[in-house]
């Protein structure tokens, strides 16, 4: 990554939905896509190469495929009968 000590890097990206994890069902957003943008201050460090300044990310950003194997692994742990019988559409 190019850039001094520190640099200002922007992700960007678009909020399609969410994982409600109560029931483990996806939500649509109901205004079709959001995008969304994040700024961090990314500084370089010796042992791990580059690192976010500061506090991580609170919100989890998930690919399709990636929200999906979260949803199945939890269904698949927990003991509510309602949750663990609901399937998820592919």
């Known amino acids: 990554m190019a850039g001094g000590p520190d640099t200002t890097v922007y ?5 399609v939905g ?3 994890t109560a029931s483990l ?9 959001m995008k969304e943008f ?6 370089s460090t010796a042992a ?4 976010i300044d500061g506090g991580q990310p609170k919100a989890m950003h ?3 495929k990636a929200a999906v194997r979260y949803v199945e692994q939890k269904r698949a742990a927990t003991s509510d009968l309602q949750v663990k019988k609901k ?3 592919r």
């Open 11 to 15: 992700m960007g990206y678009e909020k």
């Open 87 to 89: 399937r998820t559409r």
């Open 62 to 64: 998930l690919t399709a």
């Open 25 to 33: 069902r996806f939500a649509e957003i109901s205004n079709g896509v």
């Open 38 to 43: 994040d700024k961090y201050t990314v500084v």
């Open 48 to 51: 791990r190469g580059w690192k």
């Open 18 to 20: 969410k994982v409600d």
